[in-house]
């Protein structure tokens, strides 16, 4: 299963709650969050880090990152 | 893609350490007692400087804070990290930095100095901070339950540099119209003759201090209120150990300098009236919580182009203002005399904020 999280214009902490209510809400095997401040990007790095996440790839499209995120 | 070493555990830290050695200095070489940074009170200092109160004691233009914005600046546009954006609820934000603001002069400091009075040795200190924590975790609560202030969008370049430039006309001011001795006015700014508003570093050293952990802490995203935030939601260590190295290390250089002296009573600008220095910082820690982030934090945010938190930071200096003409800061003597109601009205005002202000988006 994948999902999708666009965090883009929200300010912190709402792309980490965000993620982690997607980690929660079942057995997402990949998630794909989209933000658009550097802050953001590793602050989702960091709790899917600690969420036995792996970060697959994070793709820079303009202003905006694409973190694809992959269950361990 | 170069590693941003700032974001890293150790990088915060090293913040945190600089930050605490930096305000240890300041108040070695003038400014006030425990207050070698305090965005609260600085700002407080900047309303009284350009009259927005005529408290005779507190004014004066804190080269720190614009070097805050400034310095932040520098670090967005070094690395392409300068996002003009705004348009997430400007009036909450405004309100919340009003009462942040005023809660944080109920107590006599931001988080920060909360932090430096505990390493001076400010026994009150523990006591607002224990507050500041209650008031953060309300504001967890609240954020667990959908509160959310949505979305800002991009803007022009020029409307993310407004607040930098307003900080860089303040500076102009202080440099066209500088202190005269023995004079409280020059042109068109105020300075303090007494109190803690006539207290200060060289502007210099002031100024390139500001500008220097604007710098780091942009990159380090160094921010006291989601210390606290994210111990008490995600039971993450992160930003916190970077809050513990600014009281160790402000401690050390304190210890150093001679400028630690533990107790609770006669401590510099301070009160020892536990309940309202209690209830200030949870009022304060509720509004940073709510707006996502402390004054510092808003500051170097601001710096970014982030035009939400700019409006935070003006509602905390009309905050100031309204804290001093109405009587609502405190001084060493204890609460003003409509602190208390402040309070109570203030916390009243963020839970209207809290509990209405739910949306899923």
Excluded at chain 2, 249 to 262: D, E, H, K, L, R
Aim: glycine share 14%.
């Amino acid at each position: 299963m994948s999902t999708t999280i666009d965090t883009r214009g929200l300010s912190c902490p709402q792309p980490v709650l965000m993620f982690m209510d997607a980690v929660k809400s079942g057995n997402e095997n990949e998630i794909i969050v989209f933000t658009d401040t550097d802050a953001s990007k590793e602050n989702v790095s960091r709790a899917a880090e600690n969420k036995k996440y792996t970060i697959k790839d994070i793709e820079q499209q303009g202003d905006e990152y694409k973190i694809t995120l992959i269950k361990d | 893609m170069i590693k941003n070493f700032f974001a890293t555990r150790w990088g915060v830290i090293c913040v945190g350490a600089i930050i605490g050695v930096l305000a240890g200095l300041l108040q070695k070489f003038g400014n006030p007692g425990n207050m070698g940074i305090c965005v609260a009170c600085f700002e407080r200092d900047i309303a009284g400087a350009i009259g927005l109160h005529r408290a005779g004691v507190v004014q004066y233009i804190r080269p720190e804070i614009i070097g805050f914005v400034l310095g932040a600046l520098v670090a967005a546009f070094s690395f392409k990290e300068f996002k003009p954006r705004s348009g997430s609820a400007p009036i909450v934000r405004f309100t919340l930095g009003m009462f942040a603001m005023i809660g944080a002069l109920v107590f006599l400091g931001c988080p920060w100095r909360a932090l430096l009075r505990l390493a001076g040795g400010d026994g009150n200190a523990i006591i607002g901070l224990i507050g500041l924590a209650g008031g953060i975790w309300i504001g967890v609560q609240f954020l667990k339950n959908g509160y959310n202030l949505g979305q800002s969008k991009p803007t022009h370049k020029s409307a993310g540099l407004l607040l930098p430039l307003l900080m860089l006309g303040l500076l102009c001011l202080m440099l066209i119209y500088p202190q005269l001795a023995g004079e409280n006015k020059a042109g068109v700014l105020f300075y303090s003759l007494k109190g803690p508003g006539a207290m200060h570093a060289p502007l210099l050293l002031s100024l390139g201090a500001g500008l220097f952990i604007g710098f780091i802490a942009q990159r380090s995203r160094f921010c006291t209120m989601g210390a606290f935030r994210d111990l008490i939601l995600f039971r993450q260590m992160h930003l916190f150990s970077g809050v513990i190295a600014l009281v160790v290390f402000a401690f050390i250089t304190n210890f150093v300098f001679g400028q630690f002296n533990p107790g609770f009573t006669g401590q510099p600008v301070a009160h020892a009236m536990h309940i309202w220095n209690f209830a200030g910082m949870v009022l304060a820690g509720l509004a940073f919580a709510l707006a996502g982030g402390c004054p510092g934090r808003q500051l170097f945010l601001s710096g970014e182009g982030d035009g939400d938190a700019a409006i935070f930071v003006l509602g905390m200096i009309m905050g100031a203002a309204i804290a001093h003409n109405f009587g609502l800061a405190s001084s060493p003597k204890g609460v003003g005399p409509h602190g208390v109601t402040a309070v109570v009205v203030g916390l009243v005002i963020c839970l209207f904020i809290g509990f209405t202000m739910r949306k899923k988006i």
